[in-house]
């Protein structure tokens, strides 16, 4: 018998507020689970977002999955707690009728959207939005404090919650009913192979991530600089999307002048899928830096592709680095250890590791996760 699944998530042309844009697109680990989802049989899969400019949808993303999407006007969102978007759910979901709703993500309407479905329905954490107003420390009646209240409502309401991480499960566990421990997938380029390349003839080292204080580049080029006034010679390369209405990102884009100057960094700009691949695959070394991470999906991508890990112990990044080959982690602020860590590792060679891949596939391979996902959803409807 197959099992109808809803999928509540963001498409990325109301994220980024471009709806020209002729197909829908998702997060990366909402897109990499829509990719296990397509290979399995018995389930089918209907996807819906809500958008405040009407847009065009594709009826079908796979031969199981469906694509929906509902046009709610800006009333509808935050400033009514996201009842237009709560309503026009509900009544696509009558039509749908589904087995269980899966809420993706606390970031905006999706968890809530679910929970008052009036369906079955689960949730999984990407950002813990009490965390980021906590970083922030948001005034009341912020974004993110807001969405740090609405999170914890929808936890407080749902069946149970997918958590990515230990660090999720320790944030979730006392506000929610029950908590399963489900990582992100990755999405399958990441996994395929390519023909080796020669070696670098200086270190290559990648940070990515969009830049803010959350991400601390500026805090990693500072330690880069370091490294090169103490003599080492290497490359570092920066990849993400820059806000030039920021106080911190136009104080990064001074200090990459002079670094870009120096010969020793350069910015890449936001890349698409395959170009970020090939900025992985021609560098030797990932730094991971963030204040707080409840997953680090990048850093399971960028070992998926053998590359060197240099991070900082936080969140997420902790359950993905443990057992990897030569995978190095720091105390959150401890820029000096990492720093030496890295001067070590370029005056010996600069090596990447050699099973860091094959360890990714077997966690975080989108069949694997998929098939976990089923696995829960039969779970809890057999209990109900």
Known sequence: MSLSVAIITTDKREHDRNYTESAPSFGTAPEALFQGFAHL??????????????????????????????????????RTFYQGCIRATR???KEIHPDIV???????????????????????????MTAVAEFYRSRIGSFYWLAGKLETFALSKTIGVFCNSSYTESRVRPRARKIWRVPNAVRLPFFQSTPGRPK???????????LSPYKRQSEVLAMATRLWQRGLRFEIRFAGTIQPDSAYDRDFLKQLKEAETAGYARHL???????????????????HCPEEESFGLVVAEALARNLKLFGMSVGGVVDIA????????????N???????????????????????AIMEMRYHPDVIARRHLEIYREVLNKR
Request: hydrophobic residues 45%; proline residues 7%; glycine residues 8%.
């Open 269 to 287: 700009g936001s890349l698409p899928i395959e170009q970020l691949i090939a900025a992985m695959d021609d560098a030797d070394a990932l730094v």
């Open 41 to 78: 049989p018995g389930i089918e899969i209907h996807v819906i977002s809500c958008t405040q400019q009407p847009v065009s949808a594709l009826p079908r993303l796979a031969h199981n999955i469906w694509f929906h999407n509902l046009h709610v006007p800006k009333i509808g969102w935050m």
């Open 322 to 333: 443990d057992g990897v080959d030569q995978a190095e982690l720091f105390p959150r602020n």
């Open 102 to 128: 899966h809420g993706q993500g606390t970031e905006r309407d999706c968890a809530l959207d679910a929970v008052l479905s009036g369906f079955p329905n689960i949730l999984t954490i990407h950002g813990n």
């Open 200 to 210: 670098n003839e200086r270190a290559v080292l990648l940070n990515l991530g969009v």
């Open 91 to 93: 009544r696509k979901l």
């Open 335 to 357: 820029f000096t250890a990492m720093e030496n860590a890295i001067a070590r590792w370029i005056e010996n060679g600069y090596p990447r590791p050699g099973q860091a891949a």
